[in-house]
């Protein structure tokens, strides 16, 4: 009965949001994906960021930041964070560089072992730290306001917001006038090609645009490449998001994915439908730029849609 009783609880508290609990004058109490409930005292002023992706938020947001993770491109980043110290790759921050900075704040990523690891080594030195979730647009909201509870809510960053989730609404409200074509998201990296499915960044643009993504139906946000399925799906466009040296892993693509002889018979192809994107709004979550990844995306999904540009 214990051991249930165990499970019962474990599955109620992997059910919980992160979010905002309690707040005060000084302090801001915040649920973590993992459950855990941390106490973070507010307006921080050496502030270390492990995921590319919070920068430009936490920026918005009226904070600064002291350290960064590796980027494969700056433009990800707002310029005032554009030359900070790294302290490690995305999925592997470094304690010893992240101490070296004496951080009064550490924001990490909670779908990351590393980053929790590294979140329980640096809470036993007596920093700071907090596990967040931003995978996508879904998430981008509700982070905005926490790190607003953070650094104070000033009437900028509360503009910014408001401005940011206008525009996507504009867009999307645009792009539900007409059907959207079926689409296949292409993820390229060193080690390989993946499909993008819904729970994706990309894949979340596009099927908030309307997209019909040949890749849903999953729970994960990648699935297995499979050339096949390419054909028998036969998608109206092709995206390609790539990780990694932009121009090397384009030329890959083609050697290893264009260059097959049935290619040309593909309706994307033939249309000249495949694009590759930029990796600053469609690798990195946009952030600030949310709209111009919205406007991009639907420019490419509704060529003839004079409104979608």
């Known amino acids: 009965m214990r ?100 951080p009064d704040l550490v924001l990490l990523l909670g779908r990351y072992e590393r980053h929790a690891s590294v979140a329980q080594m640096l809470h036993r030195a007596g920093v700071e730290t907090v596990l967040v979730e931003y995978g996508d647009y879904t998430d981008f909201s509700s982070l905005f306001d926490f790190f607003c509870n953070l650094n104070g809510a000033s009437p900028a960053a509360l503009a910014e917001k408001k401005r940011i989730s206008g525009e996507v609404e504009a867009v999307c409200r645009k792009a539900a006038e007409k059907p959207g074509p079926t ?63 932009a121009e090397a892993l384009k030329e890959k693509f083609r050697n290893e994915i264009m260059s097959q002889g049935a290619w040309k018979a593909l309706r994307a192809a033939k249309s000249g439908r495949v694009h590759f994107l930029p990796p600053e709004l469609f690798l990195y979550q946009a952030g600030t730029r949310y709209p111009e990844a919205f406007r991009l995306l639907a420019a490419l999904l509704f060529p003839e849609t004079e409104g979608a540009k």
């Open 3 to 102: 051991a249930l009783l165990m499970l019962i609880l474990l599955a109620a508290g992997c059910g919980l949001a992160a979010e905002v609990v309690r707040e005060d004058a000084a302090t801001v109490g915040y649920r973590q994906p993992d459950g855990n409930v941390v106490t973070l005292r507010k307006n921080p002023k050496r502030v270390v960021i492990c995921y590319a992706s919070l920068v430009p938020v936490w920026y918005a947001a009226g904070g600064s930041a002291v350290g960064i993770p590796r980027v494969t491109s700056a433009d990800a980043l707002p310029e005032a964070a554009q030359n900070l110290p790294v302290v490690g790759g995305v999925t592997a921050p470094n304690p010893e560089k992240i101490l070296m900075l004496k």
């Open 183 to 245: 689409a296949a998201i292409v993820f390229a990296a060193p080690a390989g090609f993946k499909l993008e499915s819904e729970h994706s960044n990309t894949g979340t643009i596009l099927k908030m645009l309307g997209g019909k993504n040949i890749a849903s139906g999953v729970d994960q946000p990648r699935v297995n490449f499979s050339y096949e399925r390419l054909f028998v799906d036969d998608p109206e466009v092709i995206f390609i998001v790539t990780m990694g040296e």
